[in-house]
């Protein structure tokens, strides 16, 4: 068997003449085309991006703006709500207090008319009981004062038998210490 010889070629190379002038886009000889092909791909990739995606971003902006505005507009309704239950709400904390204070005054005025009434009441009743036990005495002293007449007259009587031989009648004795009291 006979082997063939094999040539390997490099890709991308041509030959020794391309090799000759150089990296071909500092060829001065194709400029001028290098130059048109950049000229029609910028305005190509200018337009496209001046009709697609320019618009898109305008519209993306657009719609960011309009939202922040949208949220910034609910911001400052909430904000105002907020503000409006804020001052509903010291409203009726004050409202509250006020008739907090006045249930306090009403209650604090109705105790103590209670207190007065009930106070009104117990020194009446002691006032009465006073007087009752004053009449009691008074009594008392009244019957105690009889009585001391007639045991200073039993006293008298004992007396005057034991210190004289001399008997005394009721009368006499009673008469005498009547008139002794009454100095």
């Known amino acids: 068997m006979a082997q063939t010889p094999t040539t390997h070629a490099e890709v991308g190379h041509g030959g020794g003449e391309a090799h000759a002038g150089g990296f071909p886009p500092f ?3 194709t400029f001028a085309s290098q130059l048109l092909w950049l000229a029609i791909t910028f305005v190509a990739l200018l337009w496209v991006v001046s009709k697609v995606i320019l618009p898109r971003i305008g519209g993306i902006l657009e ?3 309009d939202r922040i505005a949208r949220d910034l507009a609910e911001a400052q309704r909430l904000k105002a709500e907020t503000d409006a239950a804020l001052a ?3 409203q009726s904390l004050a409202a509250a207090r006020t008739r907090a ?5 009403e209650t604090r005025a109705a105790l103590n008319a209670d207190m007065d009434a009930k106070r009104a009441a117990a020194e009446a009743s002691l006032g009465a009981r006073l007087a009752e036990a004053e009449t009691r005495i008074g ?3 009244a019957r105690a004062l009889g009585e001391v007449g007639s045991i ?3 006293t008298a009587e004992a007396l005057v038998s034991a210190l004289t031989s001399v008997s005394a009648s009721r009368d006499e004795v ?6 002794a009291m009454a100095k």
């Open 27 to 29: 060829d001065s000889s």
């Open 63 to 65: 719609a960011r703006s």
């Open 88 to 90: 509903a709400y010291e």
């Open 101 to 105: 204070q006045a249930i306090a005054t």
């Open 139 to 141: 009594e008392i002293k």
């Open 152 to 154: 200073a007259i039993e």
């Open 174 to 179: 009673a008469g005498a210490v009547g008139t």
